[in-house]
């Protein structure tokens, strides 16, 4: 059975309940018992609460979930070698911006705009 088909089957016993007054988890995992694998999902994922819409519920159940549940592997992305991953945040715009780079050999910081600098009617701002 597939995520879709799943789904389709949830629907189906919840498609009649009166949403009103709010179900519980423990009322929707006893809804789904016949199914084993439903029954395991929402038993797992959902939360100890109150919930008033399907959506509501069903929002806190991950893509993976669905998937283990169907007896699937994750097949979501995974990064297996983070750092030998090239980024090439030096080939754009910000990467290639040197205006505040302050270099071991400057004697003197760059420049902090409007640090220490205070205007005076009929003065100008000092400049270096």
């Not at 100890?48 to 994750?74: K, M």
């Not at 992305?77 to 302050?102: K, N, W």
């Not at 600098?117 to 270096?128: A, K, L, N, R, Y």
Request: no cysteine; aromatic share 6%.
């Amino acid at each position: 059975m597939d995520e879709a088909e799943m789904r389709e089957l949830l629907d189906g016993y919840l498609r009649d309940v009166d949403w009103g007054r709010g179900l519980t988890k423990a009322e929707l995992v006893g809804l789904v018992q016949d199914d084993q694998a439903l029954h395991n999902l929402l038993g797992q994922y959902l939360a100890d609460q109150t919930f008033h819409s399907q959506a509501e519920a069903l929002q806190l159940i991950p893509a993976q979930a669905w998937q283990d549940a169907q007896g699937d592997a994750w097949r979501g992305g995974e990064v297996h070698d983070m750092a030998g991953l090239p980024s090439h945040f030096l080939e754009g715009p910000v990467g290639q911006d040197q205006s505040g780079v302050h270099r071991a050999a400057d004697l003197t910081p760059p420049p902090t705009p409007g640090f220490g600098q205070s205007t005076v009617e009929g003065e100008t701002t000092p400049t270096s």
